[in-house]
Nanobody, 129 residues
């Protein structure tokens, strides 16, 4: 069992920045997929970024490409989401997710598209205009 705890959310004005963290503990794998998702009120949860821990390969949704950066600190079992140039439409609950993955499948694109079993509780991001 893996436990995921997100932090770093908050309120910021448009154009500002936030960095989200997702700390994993428990039975973590040296090769895993980790993804960031978000869900705005009344909308479905959507993937925004993912990373494969084995290589650091990443993948981004078009809506955040060039503004958000996913990164990892394997020593701390933590994944980060640096969010710059925030827009009001980025307002949502942000979740991280994690699953182990076979090395031959590992890539950012695969991690972005897969279904996840382990989820954190989420952290709220609010961007005002």
């Amino acid at each position: 069992q893996v436990q995921l705890v997100e932090s770093g959310g908050g309120s910021v004005q448009a154009g500002g920045s936030l960095r989200l963290s997702c700390a994993a503990s428990g039975n973590t794998s040296s090769r895993n997929c980790m993804g960031w998702f978000r869900q705005a009120p009344g909308k479905e949860r959507t993937g925004i970024a993912a990373i494969y821990s084995g290589s650091g390969s990443t993948y981004y949704a078009d809506s955040v490409k060039g503004r958000f950066t996913i990164s990892q600190d394997n020593n701390k079992n933590t994944v980060y989401l640096q969010m710059n140039s925030l827009k009001p439409e980025d307002t949502a609950m942000y979740y991280c997710a994690e699953d182990p993955v076979m090395a031959y499948l590992g890539s950012g694109g695969y991690c972005y598209s897969r279904q996840y079993n382990n989820w954190g509780q989420g952290t709220q991001v609010t961007v005002s205009s």
